[in-house]
């Protein structure tokens, strides 16, 4: 079973950092993660992407967050991370890592459980 696990979301100042890291786990040796991303959803809206990152290492950002975030991977693959910086109170949300994973021809997405980000003036 694929398993996705969040860390460093918290709280923090306009104008703050945080480093959000997301580590999958269970990829046997007949899937393999193609894609992982950032959603964020904030209260009374839909689930956003924030950012994403294929196995080729192109990331690809929300309007909203260029410039100030940057989303990377470790070597093995199975770990990213989301460096925000410059936050403003919109960055306020729950953050969930996502994952797309392929196994014979099939492509299944997973969750994490999702880390609170609040951002306060």
């Known amino acids: 079973q694929v398993q996705l696990v969040e860390s460093g979301g918290g709280l923090v100042h306009t104008g703050g950092s945080l480093r959000l890291s997301c580590t999958a786990s269970?990829?046997?040796?007949?899937?393999?993660?193609?894609?992982m991303g950032w959603y964020h959803q904030a209260p009374g809206k839909q689930r956003e992407l924030v950012a994403s990152?294929?196995?080729?290492?192109?990331?690809t950002y929300a309007d909203s967050v260029k410039d100030r975030f940057t989303i990377s991977r470790d070597n093995a693959g199975n770990t990213i991370y989301l460096q925000m910086n410059s936050l403003k109170a919109e960055d306020t949300a729950v953050y969930y890592c996502?994952?797309?994973?392929?196994?014979?021809?099939?492509?299944?997405?997973?969750w994490g459980q999702g880390t609170q980000v609040t951002v306060s003036s």
């Open positions: 990152i294929g196995n080729s290492g192109i990331a």
């Open positions: 996502h994952s797309l994973v392929q196994s014979v021809g099939l492509t299944y997405q997973y």
């Open positions: 269970g990829i046997g040796s007949t899937l393999s993660i193609f894609r």
